[in-house]
């Protein structure tokens, strides 16, 4: 079965975030309530295809057989680059691989990468088809448009032609970041659209979503599957198919399960990893208190001992 066509309507992804997604908080993801779906952090194919950043690249792509279903992201300018790393790809043993046409960090859109793709339309029709040699299953995430809401359409349009097996959109623009709600008056548009010129495409949202119930009402729009993001970081259990309150004692557990991942993959340096600790410690009599200790530490070690300290 074609990967994509596994899925039932309904179906969640935890949104592939630079710095987040690894193989460490996939698993914390994954132990709090799994989605159906993983992404990798995406990795950018002038890594994999220079001697100096193929370990890196690889790091990246280092997935666990419990991971599955997980689908490699990858992003750059240069087609054939895409073609050998999607090779590489399905011999690690990926079942698909995503295109990042969405991502607005300015270091990634100055190289022309990401969302700078949509200025580039061309482009980014020859990246689709050079990621598609490879024999893999193919999908893009992107965004609405560069600038305006109103290029959507086109914009769309360029990818949907190329027939992409899953099309993510993020309901905003470049510009927009996530300063502005996202624009979801725009789904049934793009559902008709979708249906016109690739009805084979798997089409998934994404944008302001944090639990499965607020994209239930898009799946009757004829949307496939949702995807989270943010919302991860408000609640780590917002996969939960039955939701439910959480105790301290509960998030806390998942924040050592995390300290214990970050050591045992060698994952560095320490400072990135307190980006996370507002996930754990928060909605709780002290919370602010003891996240200001935690993001005093300087090891996986000293925020043992602060957390100890609780007992």
């Not at 952090?41 to 057989?65: I, M, W």
């Not at 239930?216 to 408000?234: A, L, S």
């Not at 924040?255 to 980006?275: G, T």
Request: with cysteine; net charge neutral; charged share 25%.
């Amino acid at each position: 079965m074609q990967f994509w066509k596994q899925f039932q309507p309904g179906f969640t992804c935890l949104a592939p975030m630079e710095g987040v997604t690894d193989i460490a908080f996939r698993q914390v993801v994954a132990k709090a309530a799994r989605p159906d779906i993983f992404f990798t952090e995406f990795t950018n194919v002038n890594s994999y295809n220079s001697d100096k950043g193929r370990h890196n690249a690889l790091d990246r792509f280092q997935t666990l057989p419990s991971e599955k279903p997980i689908v490699a992201q990858i992003w750059g300018t240069k087609p054939d680059f895409f073609t050998e790393t999607a090779q590489a790809l399905k011999q690690l043993g990926f079942e698909a691989v995503d295109i990042n046409m969405g991502c607005p960090d300015r270091h990634v859109v100055a190289t022309g990468g990401g969302s700078g793709l949509i200025r580039t339309p061309e482009l980014a029709k020859e990246i689709i088809r050079a990621t598609k040699m490879a024999g893999l299953p193919t999908s893009v995430k992107t965004r609405l448009g560069y600038s305006r809401v109103e290029e959507w359409r086109d914009w769309l349009t360029n990818i949907l032609t190329e027939h992409p097996d899953a099309l993510t959109v993020h309901l905003r623009t470049k510009k927009e970041m996530s300063k502005v709600a996202a624009h979801y008056e725009l789904v049934p548009e793009i559902v008709t659209l979708k249906n016109e010129l690739s009805p084979e495409t798997v089409l998934i949202i994404n944008g302001d979503i944090e639990t499965p119930a607020d994209g239930r009402k898009f799946i009757d729009m004829g949307v496939d599957g949702i995807m989270i993001g943010r919302g991860v970081f408000h609640n780590p259990f917002c996969f939960e198919k039955t939701p439910r309150e959480h105790s301290r004692e509960e998030l806390l557990d998942l924040m050592r399960y995390h300290l214990d991942l970050y050591d045992k993959y060698e994952l560095v340096p320490y400072d990135p990893l307190k980006h996370f600790y507002k996930i754990y410690i928060n909605n709780f009599p002290g919370a602010s208190d003891l996240r200001a200790k935690l993001m005093e530490t300087k090891s996986t070690a000293e925020a043992r001992e602060v957390l100890q300290k609780l007992a």
